[in-house]
Structure formats: structure tokens, C-alpha cells
């Protein structure tokens, strides 16, 4: 486990089991976007303590979506910490358990699922989300619904750090990369989302897979889109 400094009071945890986590540091106290994939949470605990805050700091976990590699620590956490727990209302049905991940896989996609995910868990879910809420963190955290990788995947906007939390809206891998088209919902979707997100200016693009964009990342952002979607 390693912390990376993105911009002020925004950190990345990195070397966790699969995907990256961030934590939000203010005068409230710590929010977490996303927790990595199940067994984990010591890592993302040990990240606390290295920045020298306390579990009992941790006020706010957000998932950007219900994928085990995002909420797979939420449990331990939670239960650690005390924290909230706040996900968009089109993923609460299977965060909650009410309706298996593989309901919106292919026949293969499904198969693969059941049989290398983890059990899937039944999370309480205290904070509802809608497109246009506001979380109270980083000066405020602006929900934008950002579908298509599932029903109800968000992106988070920190409009005074000129920053977004993207979730798997798109990848940076080897550059700048669709979702796994296996493991999304509607790629018609999530193309339109990339789109509604390079609208927005942003210094810095945090996304759950591959390294943030630490410059431009709005207009390199809408760059690739106007390209390659």
C-alpha cells in the first residue's frame, strides 16, 4: 500500500488488491471513494493511520458503483469506522443484494462471475443518491450520473480542487480507454457519460483503474472523446 498526493487534502491509495481507492481529507474529517476489491480494508486502515488521522475520522465511504472491486471492503469498514455508506439509487438493488451482479452480464460474462467473484454481500445502503446531490467533502462533492458501466455508476466533481472522482466511466491505461465493454451495462451509455464529463473543467481525473490525469484532464479528456467516440 502506498499514498499519493494528488492535490490538496485528495489522496490516492494505490497497491491495494484490485483498483485504487482516494480519500478526502478536510476539517470534517475523511471521505473514501471506492474500497478496492474484498481484504483490503487493512490497507486502506493503514492508510489512515499514515496520514495520522484515526478509523473513527472516516465519516463517509462512496461507492461510484456496485462492483465488487469498489465496494468489496464497505462491510469491514463500516463496521471499523462507522461511516456512512452512500451509493446512486439505480445501483442500491445490488449493493443490497436484491438482485445478483451477473443480472446484467452476458450468459459467459455471468458464468465468469459466479464463479470467480467473491460471494456477493448484502450492504446497508444510509444515503441514497441522485444526479445533482451534494456530498460534504472537498468543499463539495457534486454527483454527476455518469451510466452505462451499470445502471447507477457515478462520477464525483470537486468543483474548488478541479477534480473528478470518474469511477470506471473510462480507464487510463496505456492511456485513455473505454470500460471493459465484458463487465459494462450499455457501452451506448457510458460513451454518452465520457462525453457529459469532458463538459466539465477538470485539472485532475481520478479514475478506478490505470494512473489519474494530473494535468489538463478535461480537455484531454474531450480530446479523445471527439476522437476516438
Known amino acids: ?18 483498483g485504487r481507492a482516494y480519500l478526502i481529507e478536510d476539517a470534517a474529517g475523511l471521505t473514501l471513494i471506492d474500497t478496492s476489491s474484498p481484504s483490503a480494508s487493512a490497507g486502506i486502515l493503514a492508510a489512515i493511520a499514515e496520514i495520522g488521522r484515526n478509523p473513527e475520522d472516516l465519516h463517509t465511504i ?9 465496494v468489496g471492503n464497505v462491510a469491514a469498514l463500516v463496521e471499523r469506522t462507522g461511516a456512512r455508506f452512500c451509493v446512486h439509487e439505480a445501483d442500491v438493488e445490488y449493493v443490497e443484494g436484491r438482485t445478483p451482479w451477473r443480472a ?35 468543499g463539495g462533492l ?18 474548488e480542487r478541479e477534480t473528478v472522482f470518474s469511477g470506471d466511466a473510462f480507464m487510463n491505461v ?13 457501452m451506448t451509455q457510458a460513451k ?25 484532464a478535461s480537455e484531454k479528456l474531450g480530446e479523445w472523446s471527439r476522437r476516438w467516440l
Open 1 to 18: 500500500m502506498t499514498i499519493r498526493a494528488i492535490t490538496s487534502g485528495i489522496l490516492a491509495i494505490e497497491g491495494l488488491k484490485m
Open 62 to 70: 462512496v461507492g461510484t458503483h456496485y462492483h465488487y472491486d469498489h
Open 104 to 138: 446484467l452480464a452476458t450468459p459467459v460474462v455471468g458464468a465468469t462471475m459466479t464463479r470467480m467473484a467473491p460471494p456477493q454481500e448484502s450492504l446497508k445502503v444510509d444515503r441514497v443518491l441522485r444526479d445533482g446531490d451534494v456530498i460534504d467533502a472537498a
Open 142 to 159: 457534486e454527483v454527476i450520473h455518469a451510466p452505462g458501466h451499470t445502471p447507477g455508476h457515478i462520477a464525483l466533481y470537486a468543483r
Open 174 to 186: 496505456a492511456g485513455l480507454q473505454l470500460p471493459p465493454s465484458a463487465s459494462t451495462h450499455d
Open 192 to 216: 454518452a457519460s465520457i462525453r457529459r464529463l469532458a463538459e466539465l473543467r477538470f485539472e485532475y481525473a481520478l479514475p478506478g483503474h490505470g494512473q489519474p490525469v494530473l494535468s489538463r
